[in-house]
């Protein structure tokens, strides 16, 4: 019976997780539209709703198959790898201090790292399994955007993770009397730049990039693998959001509201300010892009890991 | 029902070491090796070593792999056709060192069923403990050595004037 329970309260989960994903699909296409002056998709349903529905009927009617040319195995497996990654990520995450899966694993923090890092195997493969040059490219780019950026997040992370002295995210968001935001400034700015690197979002979608790749690692993927695509990269978002309101914008504490209100509302604003990012920057060149996690990021998150290690062993003295 | 499970992750990590053997493309290796990698996590999880699988996953499949990823790429072209012997000569060692391995596996279950899985759950704060007590010199030496790594790294790429 628990097990039951427990299989079905997943299953829940996931269905939830996947509706915001495709829901975000559509608030993105009417915000940018918003922000470009323009109307957007309108149409269907009560402020144009209906069209998230319509693009996932769409996209899982289409069929389904595999290029001549392609790894039939990693191509088949790499949509999923990538949808998959990003929905396990979300058991960690706790919606409330009495309220997740697993929200008080001693690695939660880790584990979402690891999982990103399959997250970025699963676009890899699926570029390297599809057997076309554009792909590859986009490819080679997801690869060593991964690694660029991967160490930059890891070290801005280190300087929440020594703040709390917790890599669970409940203890870092019960850890947070003030909003680690004030605590560490740099480390939220470095946070989020590699968390947009991370996901692949514009202006780093460098590994799609539709003007110059023909969109790279997805170029000859087609209907619901296409869509799995798609839904990791909107999950990966809504990860990294709700990851910034957790560890830096004080989780569920707020006054007033009951704290998954304020947790929701939180990501639901650094997600705002990703499609804002999309609508508002152009792509920076390749070499740009690496030029700035290695050079700029890097050493700046070093900085700040020192200068927190350093404030926090004389607040210890004091 | 864990022993089911620990005896699962071993044949995982058996096989994709065989399959290494004899995959023709580097790239469905280097996918075996990941495979091997990420059920060596799992095995490290269930043994009670959550932080070793998590770093197991970060560094290794999430870093290392990564770099042969690279070299797998950058040295042949994509998804042609490669006419190679199946049995190539570095097939034998490894290969009798798999059929070792199973032999060593399956002896070590047969002679002992009543082993029991004694598992102490050893979380991230106690291995922090142990890197920056007991064993700091030994952190401090692995920190200077890679240190000495980056530093012959940027030597090495480092461009001469006539480079440029």
Avoid: C
Avoid at chain 2, 98 to 121: A, K, N, Y
């Amino acid at each position: 019976m628990r097990l039951f329970l427990m299989a079905l309260g997943m299953l829940l989960t996931t269905m939830i997780l996947l509706g915001v994903a495709g829901f975000l699909v559509f608030a993105e296409r009417r915000v940018l539209a918003f922000l470009q002056n323009r109307l957007g998709p309108n149409r269907l349903g009560p402020l144009g709703v209906g069209q998230a529905l319509a693009d996932a009927l769409k996209l899982m009617s289409k069929e389904s198959f595999v290029p001549d040319f392609a790894d039939p195995v990693l191509y088949r497996a790499a949509p999923v790898l990538v949808a998959f990654s990003a929905l396990v990520s979300f058991a960690v995450v706790p919606l409330d201090q009495h309220f997740s899966w697993a929200g008080n694993w001693n690695i939660g923090l880790l584990f979402i790292l690891a999982m990103s890092s399959l997250n970025a195997y699963g676009v890899f493969l699926g570029g390297w399994a599809s057997g076309n040059k554009f792909s590859l490219l986009g490819a080679v780019r997801a690869v060593a955007q991964l690694v660029s950026y991967e160490l930059p997040m890891g070290l801005a992370l280190l300087g929440v993770v020594l703040l709390s002295g917790s890599l669970s995210l409940n203890g870092i968001v019960v850890a947070q009397n003030l909003p680690f935001i004030v605590l560490q400034p740099l480390g939220f700015v470095i946070f989020m730049i590699a968390g947009v690197a991370e996901t692949h979002r514009l202006p780093f979608d460098l590994p799609e990039a539709e003007s110059e790749l023909v969109a790279g690692f997805n170029t000859e993927y087609g209907g619901m693998r296409f869509g799995y695509f798609f839904l990791g990269e909107y999950l990966g978002m809504t990860l990294i959001a709700v990851l910034t309101a957790l560890l830096y914008l004080g989780g569920w504490h707020g006054p007033w509201l009951p704290g998954w209100i304020w947790l929701l509302l939180k990501t639901g604003a650094v997600i705002f300010v990703f499609f804002w990012l999309r609508a508002t920057l152009p792509r920076p060149r390749y070499d740009q892009l690496m030029g700035l996690g290695w050079k700029v990021l890097l050493p700046l998150a070093l900085f700040n890991i020192m200068a927190t290690a350093l404030a926090a062993a004389l607040w210890r003295l004091a | 029902m864990m022993i089911l499970l620990i005896l699962l992750l071993l044949l995982i990590i058996l096989m994709t070491g065989a399959a290494l053997l004899v995959v023709r493309d580097p790239m469905h290796g280097a996918v075996n090796l990941g495979i091997s990698l990420l059920a060596l996590s799992i095995l490290f999880l269930l043994l009670g070593a959550p932080f070793i699988a998590a770093l197991e996953v970060m560094l290794y499949v999430g870093a290392i792999l990564v770099l042969f990823l690279f070299a797998i790429m950058l040295l042949r072209s994509p998804l042609q056709v490669r006419e190679e012997a199946r049995w190539r000569r570095g097939f034998w060692w490894p290969a009798v060192l798999v059929v070792l391995l199973t032999v060593v596996l399956i002896l070590l279950f047969s002679q002992r069923p009543d082993l029991q899985v004694m598992i102490q759950e050893i979380g991230p704060a106690s291995v922090g403990r142990a890197l920056f007590g007991p064993y700091l010199w030994l952190t401090e030496a692995v920190a200077l050595l890679l240190f000495a790594v980056i530093a012959a790294v940027l030597a090495i790429h480092r461009r001469d004037a006539h480079d440029t």
